[in-house]
């Protein structure tokens, strides 16, 4: 089997969707006997930015008010960190917590390199001032990490995942999820399918024997091969994903799910925020 998860790092949010991640981290971590580190961000430029006028005249006023937001954000950090400890307390877990400040997604990148799995929301409330939207931390992170993301939906209640499907476009970011999720996948007993969309019957066939052939070597004889014949996103996901609990994707796939940044596949995923997905360039 590929290497199992030793160190997970789960960045802290306020919302309930940082919640399922902690929860879903503990449930990794006690699988794979891995350290955690749970990471809140103080975002300080982001304050600034956002309070600070244009006219410098009131800049007196503006001090104080980010002072007062800058506090604001250390009392819910402090909070989030609390939260944290407790629970990985109760599950017995080896742990700790860590404070940066700086922009969110540049700090998770930079502290996630030495770790073999980063564990966050679908969605990001990193502004632990407000109570704003979600920003777009994930893309980012996802955008340029070289460690595999598992992101989970708010609904995530940190159950053992049941089925997986492997999304398998012969492409390095596709075939480097495959490695990496196997090594997640080790101390789980799941259901897993390996699925290939596209009208080209032989390519396709070629691709789930090539992913038959490495399954095997690594010891895993009880899969599932699908070949979707269509390249929609809309109709795979409707058709093949909705038994799944849990998703491995590439996050940049240039062969047939034709991707854009994230890629429109994995992008789709995302924004429908009903799967756990396991992510890897």
Same mark, same amino acid.
């Given at each position: 089997?590929?290497?199992?998860?030793?160190?997970?790092?789960?960045?802290?949010?306020?919302?309930?969707?940082?919640?399922a991640?902690?929860?879903?981290?503990?449930?990794?971590?006690?699988?794979?006997?891995?350290?955690?580190?749970?990471?809140?961000?103080?975002?300080?430029?982001?304050?600034?930015?956002?309070?600070?006028?244009?006219?410098?005249?009131?800049?007196?006023?503006?001090q104080?008010?980010?002072?007062?937001?800058?506090?604001?954000?250390?009392?819910?950090?402090?909070?989030?960190?609390?939260?944290?400890?407790?629970?990985?307390?109760? =599950? %017995?877990? #080896?742990?700790?917590?860590? &404070? *940066?400040?700086?922009?969110? +997604?540049?700090?998770? $990148?930079? @502290?996630?390199?030495?770790?073999?799995?980063?564990?966050?929301?679908?969605?990001?409330?990193?502004?632990?001032?407000?109570?704003?939207?979600?920003?777009?931390?994930?893309?980012?992170?996802?955008?340029?990490t070289?460690?595999?993301?598992?992101?989970?939906?708010?609904?995530?209640?940190?159950?053992?995942?049941?089925?997986?499907?492997?999304?398998?476009?012969g492409?390095?970011s596709?075939?480097?999820?495959?490695?990496?999720?196997?090594?997640?996948?080790?101390?789980?007993?799941?259901?897993?399918?390996?699925?290939? =969309? %596209?009208? #080209?019957?032989?390519?396709? &066939? *070629?691709?789930?024997?090539? +992913?038959?052939?490495? $399954?095997? @070597?690594?010891?895993?004889?009880?899969?599932?091969?699908?070949?979707?014949?269509?390249?929609?996103?809309?109709?795979?996901?409707?058709a093949?994903?909705?038994?799944?609990?849990?998703?491995?994707?590439?996050?940049?796939?240039?062969?047939?799910?034709?991707?854009?940044?994230?890629?429109?596949?994995?992008?789709?995923?995302?924004?429908?925020?009903?799967?756990?997905?396991?992510?890897?360039?």
């Open positions: 089997m590929s290497q199992s998860i030793k160190r997970i790092l789960t960045p802290l949010d306020i919302s309930e969707f940082a919640e991640a902690a929860n879903r981290s503990c449930e990794v971590a006690a699988r794979h006997q891995a350290e955690l580190t749970g990471l809140a961000v103080l975002d300080s430029p982001g304050i600034r930015s956002s309070i600070a006028p244009a006219d410098v005249s009131h800049w007196p006023l503006v104080e008010t980010v002072l007062r937001a800058t506090s604001d954000a250390r009392e819910r950090i402090g909070e989030a960190r609390q939260r944290f400890q407790k629970r990985c307390e109760n =599950a %017995g877990l #080896d742990h700790r917590e860590s &404070e *940066l400040e700086g922009v969110p +997604a540049d700090k998770i $990148l930079e @502290a996630s390199v030495l770790y073999d799995l980063v564990v966050m929301g679908l969605r990001t409330f990193f502004h632990f001032e407000t109570q704003q939207a979600p920003g777009d931390s994930l893309s980012a992170v996802l955008g340029r070289v460690t595999p993301v598992l992101a989970v939906p708010q609904t995530d209640d940190g159950e053992p995942f049941q089925k997986a499907i492997i999304t398998w476009d492409s390095f596709s075939g480097r999820a495959f490695r990496d999720f196997l090594g997640f996948a080790e101390p789980y007993e799941l259901e897993i399918s390996v699925l290939t =969309a %596209g009208e #080209d019957t032989g390519q396709c &066939e *070629l691709l789930l024997a090539e +992913a038959g052939h490495y $399954l095997r @070597a690594h010891g895993v004889t009880d899969f599932q091969s699908i070949h979707a014949d269509t390249a929609s996103v809309d109709e795979v996901h409707d093949y994903l909705k038994d799944a609990d849990l998703v491995v994707a590439g996050i940049h796939s240039r062969k047939f799910f034709r991707d854009l940044f994230v890629g429109s596949f994995t992008n789709h995923l995302i924004e429908t925020g009903d799967k756990a997905l396991f992510l890897s360039h």
